[in-house]
């Protein structure tokens, strides 16, 4: 391994995050600095450039912008709050209902859009007012509605499977969709209980909701139907094998337009290319993301640090599960310093090498990084759906901190059972034949 130029990498890119650099840029920059001990200026900064571009060249990278279309489009079109009503009328006499309802409209709006940030915010932006009007605490709501938001990373389709899938080196995205069902709901159900146990300590939702009656059920069943069907054609027609997963972005594309527009009314034809212009944006950070990652992943490489680094972790053990546990521990660290979509495509290379040669899965480990990643987007300094939440909520981290604690014991508990049970991530894919 050339020590100088993984130093050179990790000192480069940790003074440019402190300073405030944007990530992307900071990851861009540190593999310059990785490779200017091997060869001048130029070439560096041409070698970089060049790798950032062909990283994102990539025919199934291109589902990642066009779900965060889909995703904006249903937003803007009344999906949240229809999906709100549904599980509302399903969920909401449990104790603590509201904290539920916030949860499986997370799971749903999530099986939707993909996004953790987009269910932090359309979901939050419905349930936290409504939540307070109701006795419940806005610092608890928002504690729920944002550890509940990280299900939709694991619910497919989800953009950063498909992002692992690309840093795996061609492991089947159907694979790695289904896979992610029952640690999504595992993950879900986790968050609920132990939201329904902080509400009721508190005191939080002693008012009683009625029984919708049947004819209540069936209208807003109704209501919400439309948006289901999404979740069924997508992931229906990429387990058929009618169409891949970048075709399945498209044409969730054009069900969330005609959704929004013929059958909803909700979203105005000239509304259209405004939605279009905030997905570029935020489709533009993410790809900057992307290409900055995998622009550094090839120096790291370059330089032998993923095999140094996989050889050191042999010589601590060599048994798979608790090779994964000390991953995790390492990854539960970075994951507050990092953002997802680096941090996954930075990992991978590294570690996936590593558990495959102990016959670890490369699907379920793809599931243990992402919902291991999934609490640090939920911790500070740098968790982006936490701010996201705190900002849709209009409250301080401190006021929202007592309740958070115990979300993340459910989040680290699910990690857990998920970690060591990988047939939690593994039977439904096997039972499809996707593996």
Request: net charge neutral; glycine share 10%.
């Amino acid at each position: 391994m050339d020590v100088a130029a993984a130093l050179a990498i990790a000192l480069v890119l940790v003074v440019l995050l402190a300073f405030g650099v944007p990530v992307a840029a900071a990851l861009a920059l540190a593999a310059v600095a990785g490779l200017l001990g091997s060869v001048p200026a130029l070439p560096a900064l041409t070698t970089v450039a060049q790798r950032m571009a062909t990283g994102i060249d990539s025919f199934v990278l291109l589902a990642i912008p066009l779900f965060v279309l889909s995703g904006q489009l249903l937003n803007r079109g009344g999906a949240a709050a229809r999906l709100v009503e549904l599980g509302r009328c399903l969920v909401a006499r449990l104790p603590a209902g509201l904290a539920w309802v916030t949860v499986l409209g997370s799971l749903l709006f999530g099986a939707i859009s993909g996004s953790a940030v987009a269910s932090a915010a359309a979901i939050g932006s419905v349930m936290v007012p409504q939540m307070e009007r109701e006795g419940y605490h806005r610092g608890f709501s928002a504690a729920v509605n944002l550890t509940a938001a990280t299900t939709g990373l694991l619910v497919p389709p989800s953009n950063i499977l498909i992002v692992y899938g690309l840093a795996a080196g061609g492991v089947s995205i159907t694979a790695l969709f289904l896979a992610g069902y029952v640690p999504g709901l595992l993950l879900g159900l986790t968050v609920a209980l132990v939201a329904t146990v902080t509400a009721r300590r508190h005191g939080f939702g002693q008012t009683r909701v009625a029984a919708p009656g049947l004819a209540e059920m069936a209208r807003l069943t109704a209501r919400a139907l439309p948006t289901l069907i999404l979740v069924v054609l997508v992931m229906g027609g990429i387990v058929a094998g009618w169409f891949t997963a970048t075709e399945a972005a498209g044409v969730s594309v054009a069900y969330a337009l005609v959704l929004g527009v013929a059958v909803h009314r909700e979203l105005r034809l000239v509304d259209v290319p405004r939605v279009v212009v905030e997905a570029a944006a935020t489709t533009g950070v993410v790809m900057l993301l992307i290409a900055g990652s995998i622009a550094l992943s090839w120096t790291l490489a370059f330089a032998d640090v993923p095999q140094a680094i996989g050889a050191a972790l042999l010589e601590t053990t060599s048994q798979p599960l608790a090779l994964l546990l000390i991953l995790n521990l390492c990854l539960l660290i970075l994951g507050t310093v990092l953002d997802m979509t680096p941090a996954v495509l930075l990992f991978t290379p590294i570690f996936l090498p590593v558990l495959q040669s102990l016959g670890v899965d490369p699907v379920h480990f793809g599931i243990v990084l992402v919902l291991n990643l999934c609490v640090g987007l939920c911790t500070p300094p740098v968790g982006t759906v936490l701010f996201v939440g705190l900002g849709t909520a209009n409250v301080t981290l401190r006021t929202v901190l007592p309740y958070l604690v115990p979300l993340y014991v459910a989040m680290l508990v699910a990690l857990l059972l998920v970690t060591l049970v990988p047939e939690l991530s593994l039977w439904l894919p096997r039972t499809l034949g996707a593996m």
